[in-house]
């Protein structure tokens, strides 16, 4: 059996063991050999033939020490919130996960030189070099080499675990399904914290991915994308984070059953180990030019999934609201996700009511549990694979203001900056900030309608300034809903001109807000 001089049956600063602890102090240790950098050395009991190890105390001051470098929860959080405006509870959940992982990693993957000689065991017929050399009165031959694994470790015997009192506590993953509206930044989440991370980030898309034998990407290209982005090591890319995108697009769609569901459960039942944790070959470079394949680890990479689900929260108001008893109760099961996003198209309201139908919808959708998931059409094994749960906020009319204002990198200070490269300065009223947030909640987009609306209200400016005389542009409400172009200030060989709605010809309205 294998001790361990760190702390245990030494106290910290009592330097090697001297003797054996089995057979007491009658019997000193003999020294092997120095082990690598960080651990004190290998000693034997030559009476019992116990192995000990005695690690460095400097070292390993050193290794508990390192979560000092973690990144806090907080500091991750206050990132975040420079770029993405809203959505406070999954940005804590990421946070809190991302340092979870950091120090799970440093739990479960220690320092490759410990994992050396921790695969060492007592046995009588163990090898291991001598630092006097061969000889034959020796039990220890020098025929293999302390740094690599010897071919009789299978004759270890491993009824040695049930003796053993230690334990190594391995702490498992917590992979997050995070679900919410389309365009409320889930995917833009991932790539801010991806920029902020010092372990590989995999952003992949779901939408591609088939059943292995199928045309399209088999499972194993996901792990591919985490290793091109380690620069090809595996043991980095065995420490990083996958984030899946767009995970509904694979729910199983009902009613085809008695067919192979190629792109939806069998994408499903092909990830459950992948997210699970197993050894995984993936293609060196790519499958089409059949390359080597290289074996990768999945135990240790938190996997972060995100989806719409568009017509969940149909699906959950159902089981909260509907309770009958009898034959006269309504069928429910097998409508699958497509009968829930009609119904929940037709729930919605249009015109002013949006903020309330967006605010009925996000409290109805941090209701979620496993089996509404299941019901839209996730397997249960694949549910079960991710305990956290997420739920992204729709995005309000002021929200979406501070979305177009306040982030590092948003949408007015870019345009902006494409106007001071003609050397012309852009600006916008509130009133026009407003009824932009307003155009974007009721065309139900989200973040992402807001540079189409951008695009097409400045599309006539960006035509006329290039080349003009005009220094600056002011967009105002009326500018937005298409009655005028907006207020430009010409330089001082002319006098300001502010158009005429009479005057100026007005966008045509098939093609306006």
């Not at 059949?290 to 149909?314: C, P």
């Amino acid at each position: 059996m294998l001790y361990d001089f760190t702390g245990g049956q030494q106290d910290k600063g009592a330097g090697p063991p001297q003797y054996c602890v089995k057979c007491g102090k009658g019997s000193p240790l003999h020294f092997l050999q120095k082990a690598a950098p960080g651990n004190g050395g290998y000693f034997k009991c030559l009476s019992c033939n116990t192995l000990y190890k005695s690690l460095d105390h400097a070292a390993h001051a050193h290794r508990t020490s390192a979560t000092s470098h973690i990144p806090q929860p907080k500091k991750i959080y206050n990132y975040l919130n420079k770029f993405v405006i809203g959505q406070n509870m999954a940005k804590k959940v990421l946070s809190v996960a991302v340092y979870n992982h950091y120090k799970r990693l440093h739990n479960n993957l220690p320092n490759d030189n410990e994992n050396n000689s921790d695969n060492l065991r007592s046995s009588s017929n163990y090898s291991m070099p001598s630092p006097l050399g061969p000889s034959a009165s020796d039990p220890w031959s020098s025929s293999h080499s302390l740094s690599s694994p010897t071919p009789h470790v299978s004759s270890v015997k491993r009824s040695d675990v049930l003796e053993s009192e230690k334990y190594n506590l391995v702490l498992e993953k917590s992979n997050i399904l995070m679900l919410g509206p389309t365009g409320s930044g889930k995917t833009y989440l991932a790539q801010t914290l991806a920029r902020c991370l010092d372990v590989p980030f995999a952003i992949c898309d779901c939408t591609s991915l088939t059943q292995a034998g199928y045309v399209g990407e088999d499972v194993e290209t996901v792990i591919f994308k985490l290793l091109q982005d380690a620069n090809g090591d595996v043991k980095k890319a065995q420490r990083g984070i996958v984030f899946l995108d767009e995970i509904d697009k694979i729910g199983s769609v009902p009613g085809i059953h008695q067919l192979r569901d190629v792109g939806g459960e069998g994408v499903q039942q092909g990830m459950l180990k992948l997210i699970e944790g197993t050894v995984v070959n993936v293609p060196e470079k790519s499958k089409r030019l059949r390359s080597e394949t290289i074996a990768v680890d999945t135990t240790n990479i938190l996997f972060v999934a995100s989806g719409a689900f568009s017509g969940l929260d149909s699906i959950i108001s159902r089981r909260k609201n509907e309770k009958f008893l009898g034959f006269g109760a309504p069928s429910t099961a097998g409508k699958g996700r497509r009968a829930a996003v009609s119904e929940s198209k037709q729930w919605q309201h249009d015109g002013a009511d949006v903020s309330e139908d967006n605010a009925e919808m996000d409290r109805i959708r941090h209701m979620v549990e496993a089996r509404d998931l299941i019901e839209f059409g996730m397997i249960p094994e694949f549910v079960g694979r991710f305990p956290v749960i997420s739920s992204f906020n729709s995005l309000t009319e002021n929200m979406l203001v501070e979305i177009l204002t306040k982030p590092k990198n948003a949408l007015v200070p870019q345009f902006q900056a494409l106007f001071n490269m003609d050397k012309v300065t852009l600006d916008f009223t509130d009133d026009a900030l407003n009824e932009i947030a307003k155009i974007a909640l009721q065309r139900k987009t989200g973040a992402r309608g807001l540079r189409a609306i951008m695009e097409n209200i400045l599309l006539e400016t960006m035509f006329e300034v290039p080349g003009s005389h005009i220094v600056s542009a002011t967009v105002t409400k009326e500018t937005v809903l298409g009655l005028s172009l907006p207020q430009y200030t010409y330089n001082a060989e002319h006098l300001v001109h502010t158009p005429d709605i009479l005057n100026q010809p007005i966008r045509d309205q098939s093609s306006s807000i």
